[in-house]
């Protein structure tokens, strides 16, 4: 993920200008800074959405865990 990171001065750098080209010569860039962007950032947002996925699942067996403790502890005993 640095790699990622220490890689993107030198990408923007070239899309740049590859922008201001198209600029000068009379072309319209269809080129946007997400689409730009997205690229070097889709390795570090899939590794967010996984770490989120755990985090709420997580959270889930806990909240579960806790409720389940709730209503054994506030029950009286079936004899």
Request: with cysteine; aromatic share 10%; glycine share 2%.
């Amino acid at each position: 993920m640095y790699r990622t990171f220490e890689q993107l001065p030198a990408y923007l750098i070239v899309v740049s200008l590859a922008m201001a080209g198209l600029k000068v010569s009379g072309h319209i860039p269809e080129l946007t800074w997400a689409v730009v962007v997205a690229p070097a950032l889709a390795l570090p947002a899939l590794v967010c959405v996984v770490v989120l996925a755990f985090a709420l699942a997580i959270w889930l067996v806990s909240l579960v865990a806790a409720v389940r403790s709730f209503f054994r502890t506030t029950t009286t005993p079936q004899e």
